[in-house]
């Protein structure tokens, strides 16, 4: 149980265009999901927290301008970069936790590449 | 400001070696502290996971154990095998407040367990 999948894992655009990003829960219910971002060879760092019905709240010095988040339903959230730059490359995770558990459930994570 | 950090940076071991791999926090308020796993390219895996109030936790060859007042855990893995090889990634969930539910990674401990 408590299955986070994310997709795509691998995606190469060209500058200027928007890549959209999906995370969901397979198997249970997320008001709350997370998207983090891992620079090579560095850890992850909190992006954003997308809450289901309202506003994404994000981490100072992210620009929500470029990282678009909705969370439309209890299962799903997206990430969109928009006009992608190539400093925008980088690897993207997503996670929730499952009511009743109190660990976290990762993704598996999206390759973007910005060309 | 919550701040982890983990130590070593890198460890290779040969097989069969039990090794310790340490995480250190900042902040001793937190929810749970966290132990992944991440392959090259991957998502995170959820090895361990402890509540603040516990003080370990043991899941086949890997025990976790935590100290709050000090701000310390460590992850134990006995009998090490070349399947282990992976970064280790230790995060703390901070409790309460408008922070809830926030993880805070530290950069890694990257393991290599050579036949």
């Known amino acids: 149980g408590a299955v986070v999948s994310q997709h795509p894992s691998r995606v190469i655009c060209k500058s200027g265009t928007s890549v959209k990003i999906e995370c969901r829960s397979l198997?249970?219910?997320?008001?709350?999901m997370f998207w983090y971002r891992q620079f090579p060879k560095k850890s992850l760092m909190l992006m954003a927290t997308?809450?289901?019905?309202?506003?994404?709240?994000?981490e100072q010095g992210v620009e929500k301008d470029k990282f678009l988040i909705n969370h439309a339903s209890l299962t799903l959230s997206t990430l969109t970069v928009t006009s992608a730059h190539p400093e925008d490359s980088s690897f993207y995770i997503c996670?929730?936790?499952?009511?009743?558990?109190?660990?976290?459930?990762f993704g598996s994570g999206t390759r973007l590449t910005v060309v | 400001k919550q701040e982890v950090t983990q130590i070593p940076a890198a460890l290779s071991v040969p097989e069969g070696e039990n090794l310790v791999l340490n995480c250190s926090f900042t902040?001793?308020?937190?929810?749970?502290l966290q132990w992944f796993r991440q392959d090259p390219g991957k998502g995170l895996t959820s090895l361990l996971l402890?509540?603040?109030?516990?003080r370990e936790q043991t899941s086949g060859r890997l025990n976790a154990s935590l100290d709050k007042s000090s701000g310390r855990s460590t992850l134990y893995i006995a009998a090490s095998q070349p399947g282990d090889s992976a970064t280790y990634l230790c995060?703390?969930?901070?409790?309460?407040?408008?922070?809830?539910?926030?993880?805070?990674f530290g950069q890694g401990t990257i393991l290599t367990v050579h036949p």
């Open positions: 996670s929730a936790r499952a009511t009743g558990l109190y660990g976290y459930t």
């Open positions: 198997d249970f219910q997320a008001t709350t």
């Open positions: 997308s809450n289901e019905g309202s506003k994404a709240t994000y």
């Open positions: 902040d001793s308020a937190i929810y749970n």
């Open positions: 402890i509540q603040s109030s516990q």
């Open positions: 995060a703390v969930g901070k409790a309460g407040g408008t922070s809830y539910g926030k993880l805070t």
